[in-house]
């Protein structure tokens, strides 16, 4: 860190006049999907925190200056998604010369064709749902007369979202000299890159690190007939362009909720097709049955489990959309549905192709990029290729555009010469929902399964919101907070909330994970009232220990906070890859990833 | 549950709300639900009232298996309500003798769901109780020492299922339809499980002959008209025997005789309803009656025309009164009450919904106040429901007019360019005192009536 940033010390001159300070750039709003993904070291940065801002502000200033060795460049990212923004975004502020390649429009999925414009739809059903519930609102003392809206201008506003946070990203890395070159990137050899239109990669460049964040696009199975009108995938859908009377959603991962949370607020009736026996089946199963009762049973959808749509067939010469269903175990067929649309929500599948892995001897697992726990990609013997990382869905350990950024910040520590690990255990996901439903760390099936290996005990408690005075007074009193823990020595192992707000509830609880704080600890920080966060002020002020006495006969685990997280870490990382494997060609949301694909924001 | 149960909240959590976990500490049973039998020997364990709309349970796990000991306060079962997850715990000791609904099934409240004994030898006894109840779950159970049980009947049998009228002569059983394919939009299905209509006998009205949800409504609709003419076809009356007017008789025959020194004279008028209709449609889910629509439509039309609002009483002099009351006729228990809506032009249509079902709930438990039923100012009297398509009211004394409204019925129109058109139609006759209301005063109100009904947006405001 010293060295790249005496590199840069003759730059201040220069930086004023080029670009904007530090504190403009982040009063630009361009945090938009991130998530800063210091929280191990946090310690640490703390220490040198004032310093290191000082000469930041003159380093940030200008887009580094290319270290030793004769490359074009220090850092050159593929894909300016949100992994790679916030990847650019940090290694300019360590003095590093960033080069971002982008074939498509900046952005990436979040911003263009998932969690952004999504929200925007969200927040449109969010209200009309509002609006349509006579009896909240008569109980509110609120008389509406029937509301209504105008589908164009909806998708307008998700459209406008869209573009007006893509323009955000795209300033944000201008204004610090990011270069964005424009072009499919192909890596043809160690430390090496050509880009330009696809099949036809005329530029060539140098650069000391590689990171790949080309992310993923939507999965659909084989025998589903994609038209774009009557079958389509969540990129069609965010258009908006038709709001079909009987719409059925493959998949009921956060994808599908989602959506259906869409439709139904603006008049569709919604059936679900679910691979799996469950609905929801990334979801903790409590939350999961909880959700169907919120989200599901009173609304207009009804759902078929344990079933393939083993062929679709798009609507033409006036007959509906053909969904054959067949028995995910048997393979026999059990019914055909005839309706207007059908949306394919099964989960997202790397965009790893035509990168050049072959000249660097990497083989993709099922398209996704081997990497090891510092997002260094392996190649087919299991050796680290030095220089080269890979962030994001496109490695699939998270399919989450916070989780992207984050292994992107931590990838640019990694080569400024700081060790770190992501602890993947301390990231939140969210379904958008109304009611909301967040989680972070393991479910209770995975703590059980966790604390019957390792050999310790876990506790479960829960809170309400029909307890806490906020969500009351909003009359949403649907939900609960769940906190999975250790009793012996407090360690939050996860916590699911299901209830208003509860993508903005979480962060209490993931921070908490992040930084190692245990439940005795947590639990006196105070919560203003009356407010939801006081929901987790509850949970955590609920969740008893074993009594002091009782631990000292036990054998106490010693805890220094990384170690055990990295061992869960280890441990969820196995549980995918074996999942991975045993994947049905058709239902590629497994259990976790299931949830947290590109989940958002 | 520590946190659950916080004191400050406490207050605020309805049981439904309680989320339970298995294991809680004693001290907290007194707020679970104890659903078990204590007179009898062999006790049945209930289902249990989780919450105040909670009409069926469904039995998510039973913790217990058959045979297992249990002691008083143990869960027994774990029950989904229509809110949440409970466990239901037993009252007493002794062992679980038969379970009478398994797991992943439904029952309604109050229905027995297993069988409790207190010593191990009762167990066989039980079991055979138990398989009376699945062989035949409507019969009441064998009487043997459980004597106590005639208390509280059996579950009720759940209702057959409504056969639908449709085209098809006799809708065959699902069953019978093995492969055949039903065709329905998720909303249909859940009103058609919720309304007890058979999907099979309903043809759809959507795309590609799709059960949309209005086809289940038409069809729940048309349901209890087939069964009402049977109780219908003999009124119990004790035939050839003189009665005595009741009270209400009494005064209703005193009122119209007095009608009779009140010169009247009737102009009739037809609506075309297909607006009001759509709005009603519209807005009946929020409880709006079409008698508030019609009292509300009137009310905003004798604002205009006050006269029409006006009364004579000693015919001598009459007075336009101050405020516009919608008295509507209904019939209750034999006699005729005319409930007042009060000011019926300024309150919305909602208040005046609900308004209107509180005085017919009063006027059915006869606790209406004078007030109620005698400041009526302009009358309705509205028979469209039996489908009569016009007739002709008595004025009651003491008011100006009185209005008689008929069904609103499909009718062939001319339209205004030259063709025939179909068109809902109501027709209206309004009795009105020829000593203050003259032939142009009722017809002009009745023009501004017919503008308002054509035209309903103002109604809702």
Known sequence: MNTAAAASVSAPAVASARGPTRSARRAGGIRVCGLRGDALECRSLRISQAAVRRAVVARAAENGVAGSGGFDYDLVIIGAGVGGHGAALHAVEEGLKTAIIEGDIVGGTCVNRGCVPSKALLAVSGRMRELHDDHHMKSLGLQVSSPGYDRQAVADHANN????????????????????????????????????????????????????ATGSVPFVPKGIEVDGKTVFTSDHALKLESVPDWIAIVGSGYIGLEFSDVYTALGSEVTFVEALDQLMP?????????????????????????????????????????????????????????????????????????????NINVVTQRGFIPVDERMQVMDADGNVVPNLYCIGDANGKLMLAHAASAQGISVVEQISGRDHILNHLSIPAACFTHPEISMVGLTEPQAREKAGKEGFEISVVKTSFKANTKALAENEGDGIAKLIYRPDTGEILGVHILGLHAADLIHEASNAIALGTRVQDIKYAVHAHPTLSEVLDELFKAAKLQPREELKHKPKPSRPPPQPLLKVLTFITSLLSTQKQNRQPYFTEEPLTNLRKGSSH | ?????????????????????????????????????????????????????????????????????????????????????????????????????????????????????????????????????????????????????????????????????????????????????????????????????????????????????KDVEAAAAAAPKKTTPVPAARPNVPLGSTMPFTTIQGAVSKNMVESLTVPTFRVGYTFTTDALDALYKKIKGKGVTMTALLAKAAAMALVQHPVVNSSCRDGKSFTYNSSINIAVAVVIDGGLITPVLPDADKIDIYSLSRKWKELVDKARAKQLQPHEYNSGTFTISNLGMFGVDRFDAILPPGTGAIMAVGASQLTLVGTKDGRIGIKNQMQVNVTADHRVIYGADLAAFLQTLSKIIEDPKNLTF
């Open chain 1, 282 to 358: 990334g979801f903790d199963p409590e939350i999961a049955k909880l959700a169907q009762r919120v989200l599901i049973n009173p609304r207009k959808i009804d759902y078929h489990t344990g079933v393939f749509a083993s062929k679709i067939t798009p609507a033409k010469d006036g007959k509906p959309v053909l969904i054959e269903l067949i028995d995910a175990k048997t393979k026999d067929h059990k019914e055909t549905l005839e309706v207007d649309a059908a949306l394919i929500a099964t989960g997202r599948a790397p965009f790893t192709k035509g990168l050049g892995l072959e």
């Open chain 2, 1 to 213: 549950m520590a946190g659950l149960l916080h004191l400050q909240s406490a207050a605020l959590l309805s049981p439904a709300s309680l989320l339970r976990r298995r294991g809680v500490a004693p001290g907290q049973g007194g707020r679970r639900r104890r659903a078990c039998r204590v007179e009898a020997k062999i006790r049945e364990i209930f289902m249990p009232a989780l919450s105040s709309t909670m009409t069926e349970g469904k039995i998510v796990s039973w913790t217990a298996a058959e045979g297992d000991r249990l002691a008083k306060g143990d869960p027994v079962v774990v029950v989904e309500s229509d809110k949440a997850d409970m466990d239901v715990e037993t009252f007493h000791d002794g062992f679980l003798a038969a379970v009478l609904v398994p797991a992943g099934e439904s029952a309604p409240v109050g229905s027995a769901i297993a069988l409790l004994v207190e010593s191990e030898e009762e167990i066989p006894a039980a079991q055979s109780k138990a398989a009376s109840f699945s062989s035949s779950s409507s019969a009441p159970p064998p009487p043997q020492e459980t004597a106590a049980q005639a208390a509280t009947p059996p579950p009720p049998p759940p209702p057959p299922p409504v056969p639908v009228a449709v085209s098809a002569p006799a809708p065959p059983s699902p069953a019978t339809h093995g492969g055949a394919r039903v065709v329905a939009s998720p909303y249909a299905r859940k009103l058609a499980k919720d309304l007890k209509v058979d999907l099979f006998a309903i043809t759809g009205s959507g795309p590609g002959g799709r059960i949309v949800a």
């Open chain 1, 161 to 212: 979202l869209a573009s007006k946070i893509r323009s955000n990203l795209t300033n944000s890395m201008k204004a610090l000299g990011v270069d964005i070159l424009t072009g499919f990137g192909t890596i043809v050899g160690k430390q090496k890159v050509r880009y330009g239109k696809v099949g036809f990669p005329d530029k060539e460049i140098t650069a000391r690190n590689i990171i790949i």
